[in-house]
């Protein structure tokens, strides 16, 4: 097989954007192995130190994941675990625990400026909004608002609220064919609006902490822009420094 791409790249780049295009295709699948070092080689008829960089690159770019004794896989993020580094997420007897979710409402818009720069979108592009609960033990621990292209998201629309389940991104996965590979995180603090303190069971003017999150994917284009927000009271930060 011949590749494409610019030829002015060096021939593992233009392979490593070969390999790409099939993860964002979804011709590899995140979980499932990639073909063989040998496979590739002969496949692509380039030698097998060019495959070993190609795959090199996307593992350091954490799209790949090599595994001893097993191969190299599409590499499927934990992204639940951002939020629980930041918030306490307990249960009445102390477990740690990953919050039920409750989807309040589902709309087709025009998305602000804020959310159509965020996404990348064209002008007149619509978006499918979320706004959802995130619960331990019936306990509001977050508020969240969700923004995702139409054009790649819509089928969600005609889907019941009730069974979008606690875990957004194999729901996505599953039902409109999009993987989130990476994605890019903002924290910021500030004060509860009355509705916030509402939501929040907590006083207006109450801190509050933000978390803007903008997912890609293996293309790297923007697929959902989220804003989390929680009572500051739950956060915490720790980090350990070598």
Known sequence: MTLGYDERLPLYQRLREEMLAKI???EWSPGAPIPTEAELTKQYGVAIGTVRKAVDTLVNEGLLLRSQGRGTFVRRPNFDASLARFFRQVNA?????IPTSRIL???LQKPGKDVARALALKAGEQVVRLERLRMVEER???????WLPASRFGALMDIDSGTFGDLLYPFYEKQCGQCIASAQETLTVGCADADMARTLAIDEGDPIVAIERTALGYDRRPLEYRLSRAAAANFRYQIDIC
């Open 105 to 107: 409402s589902k709309a």
């Open 93 to 97: 007897s102390g477990g740690r625990e």
């Open 140 to 146: 509001t621990l977050f508020h969240e608002e969700i």
């Open 24 to 26: 964002a295709a979804g």
